[in-house]
């Protein structure tokens, strides 16, 4: 049976990635932090779903002996913050920043993947516009994680969507959301006018249709050493 490692499993493309890898008979391990925001709530669903909850700190050496004894064959991370929750955690006396949770925390599950010993396919959702030498700090960080990963030697797949957006996120993003809504009213134009692979590129998902992308991408041996934007996430 193949065996999958969820982190980010309790955001909101990740619940959608547990609940596919679990419609797919794939053993799934869903990550969850011990002070994960509405913890109770989201293990019961995953518990529900057959997957099974791992609370390994976020440590590399925890995480690596962890991976070393599952051996799986897809690691997925999923993480991210925002600037909101960065100022709410400032609030709390904590660091969250791009670069601490985004490109920290998948760097941590790297080294640990790689100390593991275990070669599993490594799909990192990064985000549409990545490029080196941007000076915007959500992109730089994604930037540094995409150039370490290819670097790695592990088996990858980076998926790069535009908005990940849709009336079914129970936390309120009403800028991005408002955003998502009318950059795909101009996409739609665009199409109609002839743009219809930049159309395809840049629409927004929603986290099921970017998770059923990711989990058909992790099993896809096509898609491996691939960077997929949301045309080829949506197959
Ligand atoms: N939203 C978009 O339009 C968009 C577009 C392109 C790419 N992306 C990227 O796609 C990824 C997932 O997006 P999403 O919308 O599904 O995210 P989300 O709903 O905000 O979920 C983020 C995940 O990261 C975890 N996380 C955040 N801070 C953490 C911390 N300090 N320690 C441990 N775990 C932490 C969360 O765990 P808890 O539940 O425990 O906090 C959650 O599982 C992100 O990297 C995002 O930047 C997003």
Same mark, same amino acid.
């Given at each position: 049976m193949e065996t999958a490692f969820v982190a980010g499993a %309790? =955001?909101? %493309? =990740? /619940?959608?990635v547990v609940r596919l890898l679990r419609a797919r008979g794939v053993r799934t391990l869903a990550h969850v932090?011990?002070?994960?925001?509405?913890?109770? *709530?989201? &293990?019961a669903r995953f *518990? !529900?779903?057959?997957? *099974? &909850?791992? +609370? %390994? $700190?976020?440590? %590399?050496? +925890?995480l690596a002996a962890r991976l070393r004894a599952l051996s799986p064959s897809v690691v997925l991370a999923l993480l991210g913050t925002t600037r909101a929750r960065g100022r709410e955690a400032s609030r709390r006396g904590a660091v969250e920043t791009y670069e601490t949770v985004d490109y920290g925390l998948t760097r941590r599950l790297l080294d640990a993947t790689l100390a593991s010993g275990a070669r599993p396919r490594f799909v990192y959702l990064s985000a549409a516009? &990545? /490029?080196e030498g941007t000076a915007n700090a959500y992109l730089a960080a994604r930037a540094r994680l995409e150039r370490e990963l290819h670097e790695s030697g592990? $088996?990858?797949?980076i998926a790069r969507p535009s908005f990940v957006s849709g009336p079914d996120r129970e936390e309120p993003? @009403?800028? *991005?959301? !408002?955003?998502?809504?009318?950059?795909? +009213?101009a996409l739609a134009v665009a199409a109609r006018l002839g743009a219809r692979g930049?159309?395809? @590129?840049w629409r927004s998902m929603t986290a099921t249709e970017l998770a059923s992308g990711l &989990?058909?991408? +992790?099993?896809? @041996?096509?898609?491996?050493g691939r960077v997929l934007d949301a045309a080829a996430l949506r197959g």
């Open positions: %309790t =955001g909101y %493309t =990740g /619940r959608e932090r011990p002070d994960s925001p509405r913890r109770a *709530e989201r &293990v *518990e !529900a779903l057959g997957a *099974e &909850v791992d +609370a %390994t $700190p976020w440590d %590399t050496a +925890a516009g &990545v /490029r592990l $088996p990858f797949t993003r @009403r800028l *991005e959301r !408002a955003a998502a809504i009318a950059s795909d +009213a930049t159309a395809a @590129r &989990v058909r991408a +992790a099993f896809d @041996r096509a898609a491996e």
